[in-house]
């Protein structure tokens, strides 16, 4: 089974912390992506990497950063979090190359994140 | 990006019974898929789906691309089929960058 692990379940932090979420998956996957899952918003894409070093920005990555060092691991970092930066955050992994292969995406559990 | 409805917003059954959950995207598209996220957040995915009709166990969805839409069926409805069953669509290039709807919250009363 594939398997998407996220480094936390909940997290409280204040404004202007950084903030860092992990992400790491078993398979080899090429792709991994970080979505934020708000109320009557639904799923919303921050950025994804189809490969190692490789990054591209997603819907809303503004206040976001990433870093995919290792295959494996894909970080979602909040240089200074901010309270409208309260949501859930939700990983997810893929295999294909970079841009049009399909396949079906394998999440995480997600991380509730509080910014007080 | 492509505007996804999905309906109804909110669905509440009697064990047993049957549901039709609807798709509507506003764009063509190459990638269609449904999850299931549980009510512990985890999300599942179902079906990817992008024509055609496809049955898993109790579940079945059909896509109809050309009228822009896409049904997800529940028959003999369990309470573990309760949570939020989302759609998400994209299409060539960038056809892994999915829009996902607002869902559709099933509770299932036994």
């Known amino acids: 089974d594939v398997k998407v692990t996220q480094s936390s379940r909940y997290l409280v932090k204040r404004t202007g912390e950084k903030v860092f979420l992990e992400c790491v998956q078993d398979m080899d996957h090429e792709n991994m992506f970080w979505y934020r899952q708000d109320p009557g918003l639904g799923l919303r894409l921050i950025y994804f990497s189809y490969d190692v070093k490789m990054k591209e920005k997603g819907d809303i990555p503004e206040g976001y950063s990433v870093s995919r060092e290792k295959k494996e691991r894909f970080s979602l970092i909040l240089e200074s979090a901010s309270t409208n930066q309260t949501s859930m955050y939700l990983c997810a992994s893929s295999f294909g190359l970079a841009g049009d292969l399909i396949e079906t995406q394998y999440f995480g559990p997600g991380t509730r994140l509080l910014v007080l | 990006g492509i505007q996804v409805e999905q309906s109804p917003p909110d669905l509440i059954l009697q064990e047993g019974a049957n549901s039709t959950l609807r798709c509507n995207f506003s764009?063509?598209?190459?990638?269609l898929q449904w999850f299931h996220q549980n009510p512990w957040g985890q999300l599942i995915n179902l079906f990817y789906i992008p024509s055609g009709t496809k049955q898993n166990g109790r579940l079945s969805a059909t896509t109809v691309a050309t009228e822009r839409y896409s049904l997800l069926y529940i028959s003999s409805s369990q309470t573990t089929d309760s949570g939020v069953y989302f759609c998400?669509?994209?299409?060539?290039?960038?056809?892994?960058?999915?829009?996902f709807g607002t869902g559709t919250r099933l509770t299932v009363i036994p």
């Open positions: 998400a669509v994209a299409r060539f290039p960038g056809a892994n960058n999915l829009f």
């Open positions: 764009d063509s598209v190459n990638n």
